[in-house]
């Protein structure tokens, strides 16, 4: 079982209020040209969006053949193709202009060599000129001091977070399952920017272009590829 699929059932209870960045990946598909490819694309919760919004094609990979058969069944007639694979080696049939990853799906590979594989496959699926687009968490040791050993509810469903500072991890702990999130520093995803052979075009602190500081807890990024 692929680490989602118990948490297919709930996944769009708790990511209910992340819409955020919902809008700011419409925007940057608005600009390119069809498929758009979004890596761990979950129950649609953005790729829904985009199709009904731009009109244009989504091909979604993800691991969770659960998380994949909610988002088909949301999606209905949409252009937009689920497809069960692993964002650290896939392809696309054709190059294309715009790749994603929201809702912080990169940090759920653990390892360097996981993270570069990611943005090769990532790299060799661009077109010259395409964007690499993603956000992920900005660590910060007071929100993690806040969160530590909290419980958060959504009606019957709950779910505890657990630090692994030794794991550079925190846990999210829900139905007997485990969701382990691995941080991402500033620097490593620049070196992975960089032996990608993309080029970064903007690092902001939320979805709205906000500067990236120390009062922000969101990492925004924007890369290319040379045209
Ligand atoms: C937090 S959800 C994000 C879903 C969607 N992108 C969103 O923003 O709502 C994380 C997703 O990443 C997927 N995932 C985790 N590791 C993956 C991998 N190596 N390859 C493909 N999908 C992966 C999970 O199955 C899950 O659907």
């Not at 794991?167 to 620097?187: E, F, Q, S, Y």
């Amino acid at each position: 079982m692929a680490d989602y699929d118990a948490h297919a059932a709930d996944y769009d209870l708790w990511s209910a209020d992340t819409i955020d960045d919902v809008q700011w990946y419409v925007s940057l598909a608005r600009d390119a040209g069809e498929p758009i490819v979004e890596l761990a694309i979950g129950t649609g919760r953005v790729a829904i969006p985009i199709a009904r919004e731009t009109g244009k094609r989504v091909v979604g990979i993800d691991r969770s053949a659960a998380m994949l058969a909610v988002g088909r069944e949301k999606a209905g007639d949409l252009p937009i193709e689920f497809r069960e694979g692993d964002m650290r080696d896939f392809s696309v049939e054709e190059p294309v202009d715009l790749v994603i990853c929201p809702g912080r799906s990169l940090m759920h590979c653990r390892t360097w060599a996981e993270k570069r594989s990611v943005f090769e496959h990532v790299a060799a699926a661009l077109r010259p000129g395409g964007r690499f687009a993603w956000n992920v968490f900005a660590y910060s040791p007071f929100v993690a001091v806040a969160n530590e050993g909290t419980r958060q509810t959504r009606g019957e469903s709950w779910l505890e977070v657990r630090g692994a500072p030794p794991d550079n991890r925190i846990d999210l702990i829900h139905r007997g399952g485990v969701i382990p999130l691995w941080w991402m520093t500033r620097a490593e995803q620049e070196g992975l920017i960089d032996v990608a052979g993309l080029e970064l075009e903007a690092l902001y602190g939320g979805c709205h272009r906000e500067p990236y500081d120390e009062t922000t807890y969101e990492m925004v990024w924007l890369a290319r590829k040379a045209a």
